[in-house]
């Protein structure tokens, strides 16, 4: 504020001496000291030649270190970091008074213009009006404590340490010549049972230094947490959101309005970058100072937002690690480094070819069983269903055309099928194809329960195994609640003017107010419905499928059988999580019976209701896929909500894969990942993270049948499945790529 104009007059009250903080060093990046050099290179000056740099991570685990370079890191200590500031404050004219405990409730605040409350995440002045603010408050599981040490370390650390208690780890790394911050985390269970709750602090301090005694070499560990007693040197990271950042005269800034994990090291960058643009904002002439407050809010909230779901992602990740910790040692560390989904397959090449190559060689390596040696991108490599094998990870997803007539698929359906296998996805989908008329959601659904579906679906199948290298699986079906309903075009789940047929479901739960009352289904009608999946099954192997999907996901009947929301029977197919996949469960054992053992057969799930507690949690969907694995499930298909006309999804990139990573690595199943997923590097991170074995696409598919042969040429991968009429057009889209990118990689040089 001095900068822009010296006739501000700012004073600052600290409870604390000068000299005096609670942490060690924050971590920055190049872009934060860029951002501080633009609005006062005076403080950058200072700070830049102080700050440590360093540029590889270890990854300690299992008895291995993984290091990874090209991170470019930079950090300083907070007292030093502090300093600086004061001094700089002092200069330009900023009066500041230390051992000055503030308190919101005094009445000489109001005599003040504006009073910044940057007084951090317990912030008292935010506490006080918390309705005002909108404070949301979020206490995350794990319990960890901010250490110091004189132990240089000379990379970004992680040491991961399995014990009796269970998992603990470390996050250390260099804040200045001779000194390192050294983060303890692990779950509030592993530290109760160490009985990290019943020791003073030094008790605890002497352990974590013979717990980590490995990487300290003789160095003491050290807290300067002197305000906190006995276990409450060890906190629970508490992530903040506010709805509004100003109140009368109050402006929150920095940690009082929000926070970032400390896993992503970006919480001081945020505070920073709030004061700089309310700064500028409250000097900008002709602006109002409401006008000011609320474009500093909507500016910076969005920037905040980014970190905060990286940040989620990356606290999860660490509250969730023995999720990971079966991986092997290359593959745990690529899951790390990956883990705020801020940092991709590309990103990683970038920072260091050499590294990502091996963790590339390395899946290869276990993708082909030991027999591939090739360093080449994950979604090219082969993977095996029982005696089927796909030869890339890339899906085409199913997604319905509306564009049959009686389920008779036709010319439409000829060519958009054998277009989108040509174009070089291992694995085409077909839409979800109805077992009987009234299973149908429209009448354009396809189906299959005549020969002249069997004799249509034949003709498709046969040109995808003789024209392309390809697989085809036959998703199957019926549409419960949400049937009887117009094309997809004409309006989603909207009845049909005239001509509509009775639906039935697991509960007369209708879709919606305007779609029918469904008929509870009785034994019977559930033993027709099964038989009817059967004889599709059937069917689709007299066409020469490769694979069958059943789909339970979207509302559709089965899904309808396993949502509490839409069954609310009382019998033995309702009630419980086992009740409501009875029926489900008989249905897919029954065609896997009438399936060959040596195809495989896939499951389509709605892993969340979106719904909170009330509906299908991501809990649960771990226990569906595990029990669908049961009777016979190869793979689970794992897709998100459509379950509940209320739902509230959350969207972004790649949304709904931390749920194909929860049953893949909780349950130990395979897993297809689903759901804006339209980048090769979001398919290469998904896969070689283990966060999914297959990635399916749908809507890209929609309008670039070639999506797979586009990613192969931008890759460089020369061995896709081109087909040979389109050789030509392949090269010179490879050519043309290729000097692009190097063109892009000489601008960044
Ligand atoms: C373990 C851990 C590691 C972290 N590592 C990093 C990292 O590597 N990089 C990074 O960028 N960020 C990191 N952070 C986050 C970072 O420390 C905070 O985001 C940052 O300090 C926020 O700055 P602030 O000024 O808003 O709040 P604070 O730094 O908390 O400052 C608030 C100040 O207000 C004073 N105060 C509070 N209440 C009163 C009162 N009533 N009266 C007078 N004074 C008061 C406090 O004494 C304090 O000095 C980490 C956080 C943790 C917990
Ligand atoms: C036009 C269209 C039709 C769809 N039909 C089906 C379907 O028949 N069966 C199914 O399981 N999912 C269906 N879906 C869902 C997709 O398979 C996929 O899960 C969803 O679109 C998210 O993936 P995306 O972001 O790659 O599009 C359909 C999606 C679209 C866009």
Not at 57 to 69: K, L, N, P
Not at 148 to 154: A, I, P
Not at 182 to 204: A, Y
Not at 406 to 420: A, I, K, S, T
Request: with cysteine; hydrophobic share 40%; proline share 4%.
């Amino acid at each position: 504020m001095n900068l822009r104009d010296p006739s501000h007059e700012i004073e600052v009250f600290e409870r604390n001496a000068p000299g005096v903080t609670f942490g060690w060093g924050v971590v920055f990046s190049d872009l934060t000291v860029d951002n501080i050099t633009r609005n006062d290179p005076g403080s950058a000056k200072t700070i830049n030649e102080e700050l440590a740099h360093w540029d590889d991570i270890d990854v300690h685990f299992r008895g291995e270190t993984i290091t990874s370079g090209g991170h470019g890191f930079i950090g300083i200590g907070r007292k030093r970091l502090l300093e600086i500031l004061q001094d700089r404050a002092r200069a330009l004219g900023v009066a500041l008074y230390f051992n000055a405990e503030c308190d919101p409730a005094d009445a000489k605040w109001r005599n003040y213009d504006l009073v910044i409350a940057s007084d951090g995440s317990n912030s008292r002045f935010r506490d006080a009006q918390p309705e005002a603010f909108g404070v949301d408050v979020d206490v995350r599981a794990n319990k960890f404590v901010w250490l110091g040490t004189s132990k240089v370390f000379d990379a970004f650390t992680f040491a991961f340490e399995e014990t009796e208690h269970g998992w603990i780890w470390a996050h250390a790394y260099r804040f200045a010549p001779d000194c390192s911050t050294f983060i303890v985390e692990c779950s509030e269970e592993t530290w109760r049972s160490f009985g990290f709750d019943r020791m003073s602090q030094d008790e605890s301090i002497a352990s974590c230094e013979r717990l980590f005694a490995r990487y300290l070499d003789g160095h003491s560990l050290q807290s300067n947490a002197t305000h906190l007693v006995g276990s409450a040197a060890w906190l629970n990271f508490k992530r903040i959101k506010c709805e509004r950042w100003s109140s009368g005269n109050v402006i929150l800034l920095g940690d009082a309005a929000h926070t970032a994990h400390f896993s992503i090291g970006s919480g001081t960058k945020l505070a920073l970058e709030d004061a700089i643009k309310l700064a500028d904002l409250l000097n900008r002439k002709g602006l109002s100072l409401e006008a000011a407050l609320d474009e500093y809010q909507a500016e910076r909230s969005l920037e905040v937002l980014k970190l905060q779901n990286s940040a989620r992602n990356s606290t999860e990740w660490f509250e969730t690690l023995e999720r990971y910790t079966h991986f092997e040692p290359l593959q745990f560390a690529y899951s790390l480094l990956t883990r705020s989904q801020r940092i991709s397959h590309e990103n990683l090449r970038l920072r260091d070819r050499e590294w990502l190559e091996t963790v590339e060689r390395w899946f290869w390596k276990r993708a082909t069983e030991g027999k591939s040696n090739k360093t080449a991108p994950p979604m090219f490599a082969p993977f095996k269903l029982r005696e089927m094998e796909v030869m890339n990870r890339v899906t085409v997803s199913p997604m319905a055309m509306y564009s049959a007539v009686d389920g008779v698929p036709n010319d439409f359906h000829f060519v958009h099928y054998g277009e989108r296998a040509i174009g070089g996805a291992g694995l085409v989908f077909t839409e979800m194809t109805c077992v009987s008329p009234e299973g149908r959601i429209s009448p354009g659904c396809t189906g299959m329960w005549n020969g002249d579906h069997i004799a249509a679906w034949k003709r498709i199948v046969d040109f995808v195994h003789t024209q392309s290298k390809a697989k085809i699986c036959l998703q199957l079906g019926h549409s419960g609640a949400k049937g009887s309903t117009k094309l997809g075009w004409e309006g989603n789940d909207v009845p049909l003017d005239d001509g509509n047929w009775p639906v039935m479901a697991a509960s007369d739960v209708p879709w919606s107010p305007v779609n029918q009352v469904p008929r509870p289904m009785t034994r019977a009608d559930m033993d027709t419905v099964r038989d009817q999946f059967v004889a599709a099954v059937r069917m689709g192997l007299e066409a020469g499928f490769d694979m069958v999907e059943l789909h339970a996901a979207h509302g559709y009947l089965l899904a309808g059988f396993i949502s509490p929301l839409q069954n609310k029977r009382t019998d033995e197919y309702g009630g419980s999580l086992e009740n409501r996949l009875r029926f489900p469960l008989e249905v897919f054992a029954a065609m896997r019976a009438a399936w060959p053992k040596e195809r495989p057969m896939s499951v389509r799930i709605s892993a969340t209701d979106w719904a909170g507690e009330s509906g299908i949690t991501p809990d649960e969907a771990v226990l569906i896929g595990e029990a669908f694995a049961q009777e016979g499930a190869d793979l689970i298909d794992v897709s998100a909500g459509q379950t509940w006309a209320g739902q509230q999804p959350v969207y972004g990139r790649m949304f709904q894969t931390p749920f194909s990573d929860r049953i893949r690595n909780e349950g130990k199943l395979a897993t297809m990942a689903v759901g804006n997923i339209y980048e090769p590097d979001h398919a290469n991170s998904i896969l070689a993270a283990g966060r999914a074995d297959l990635v399916a696409l749908a809507r890209p598919h929609l309008v670039d049948p070639f999506w797979t042969l586009r990613a192969a040429a931008a890759l460089d991968y020369r061995e896709v499945a081109v087909p040979p009429q389109y050789l030509n057009g392949m090269a010179q889209l490879a050519r043309n790529m290729k000097r692009e990118a190097e063109a892009a990689a000489a601008l960044r040089v």
